[in-house]
T-cell receptor, first 115, second 114 residues
Framework: NAGVTQTPKFRVLKTGQSMTLLCAQD?????MYWYRQDPGMGLRLIHY???????AKGEVPDGYNVSRLKKQNFLLGLESAAPSQTSVYFC??????????????FGPGTRLTVT | GQQVMQIPQYQHVQEGEDFTTYCNSS?????IQWYKQRPGGHPVFLIQ?????EVKKQKRLTFQFGEAKKNSSLHITATQTTDVGTYFC??????????????FGKGTLLTVNP
């Protein structure tokens, strides 16, 4: 099992450009999450999904959109990148029917720089 | 504003010394989780606490959940260089929200001098 994978690992964008970050999990998890991590700020939830076809806003959703067309994939889109979106982005997944906790499994992260 | 506070922000210890990080929530939590992130890595789950007053141990690590389910602590006995990293607490059910939706503290960066 690969667990949670993220594509790409690194990306440099110019202000105003768009991009999509892909997250995939092979653990049959129901819930998936996108976080951003900035120095000294911990992890902040951008958007999350509790199942295929459903998404919801987290703590810092502005400037981002998401889609969950397939249970195993969760996409994060930036329509018009801004320097304030320079960050490390982590995807996570949790919960399956056999789970006993809400433990989240994190991907390796995507380091995004917007110039 | 920040609903899950974690202190200290940084802690530097000599190898063999003990280490403690504290987590406080402004509201009652349904569960609290702890994660460790090595430098350059991703957060890795350590433990989940659910019951009031719960104490769990993993080798040299001791985790506590307060009686009011608003605070928690992680204590490491006799630190080793392998303990280096940032330790995050994450509260579930903050402000009556869903159990699976976590609010992370800002983390405590632990460095260990060999």
């Amino acid at each position: 099992n690969a667990g949670v994978t993220q594509t790409p690992k690194f990306r440099v964008l110019k202000t105003g450009q768009s991009m999509t970050l892909l997250c995939a999990q092979d653990m049959n998890h129901e819930y998936m999450y996108w976080y951003r991590q900035d120095p000294g700020m911990g992890l902040r939830l951008i958007h999350y999904s509790v199942g295929e076809g459903t998404t919801a806003k987290g703590e810092v959703p502005d400037g981002y959109n998401v889609s969950r067309l397939k249970k195993q994939n969760f996409l994060l889109g930036l329509e018009s990148a801004a320097p304030s979106q320079t960050s490390v982005y982590f995807c996570a997944s949790s919960y399956s029917m056999t789970a006993v906790s809400y433990e989240q499994y994190f991907g390796p992260g995507t380091r995004l720089t917007v110039t | 504003g920040q609903q899950v506070m974690q202190i200290p922000q940084y802690q530097h210890v000599q190898e063999g010394e003990d280490f403690t990080t504290y987590c406080n929530s402004s509201t009652t939590l349904s569960n609290i989780q702890w994660y460790k992130q090595r430098p350059g890595g991703h957060p890795v789950f350590l433990i989940q606490l659910v019951k009031s007053g719960e104490v769990k141990k993993q080798k040299r690590l001791t985790f506590q959940f307060g009686e009011a389910k608003k605070n928690s602590s992680l204590h490491i006995t006799a630190t080793q260089t392998t303990d280096v990293g940032t330790y995050f607490c994450a509260g579930g059910g903050v402000s009556g929200g869903s159990n699976y939706k976590l609010t992370f503290g800002k983390g405590t960066l632990l460095t260990v001098n060999p």
